[in-house]
């Protein structure tokens, strides 16, 4: 089993930055890829970024050039640095890490995003 803890979140003026963190526990041998999703209000979870094992990554076309995303794989941790926030990116952003071919989910932290 895989457990993964998110933190970060809050509320956050347009224009502003936070970064999201992500840490994965438990017996863990080999993942493949780590990755942050996000779901709005009224809307279907989708992925904003991800991070493969080889470190190749791929963004949403809505977040790319704002946010970043990288890990540390000896912490076996991944991060969503997020700059230039706007009102549509309020959502709760889900961590997903597939291990052995699994996919394990976090259970999201709230972003806000609001003057």
């Known amino acids: 089993q895989v457990q993964l803890v998110e933190s970060g979140g809050g509320l956050v003026q347009p224009g502003g930055s936070l970064r999201l963190s992500c840490a994965a526990s438990?017996?863990?041998?080999?993942?493949?890829?780590m990755g942050w999703y996000r779901q709005a209000p009224g809307k279907q979870r989708e992925l904003a970024a991800v991070i493969r094992s080889d470190g190749r990554t791929n963004y949403a076309d809505s977040v790319k050039g704002r946010f970043t995303i990288s890990s540390d794989n000896a912490k076996n941790t991944v991060y969503l640095r997020m700059n230039s926030l706007k009102p549509e990116d309020t959502a709760v952003y889900y961590c997903?890490?597939?291990?052995?071919?699994?996919?394990?989910w976090g259970k999201g932290t709230l972003v806000t995003v609001s003057s």
């Open positions: 997903k890490v597939d291990h052995y071919g699994m996919p394990y």
């Open positions: 438990g017996r863990i041998f080999s993942i493949n890829a």
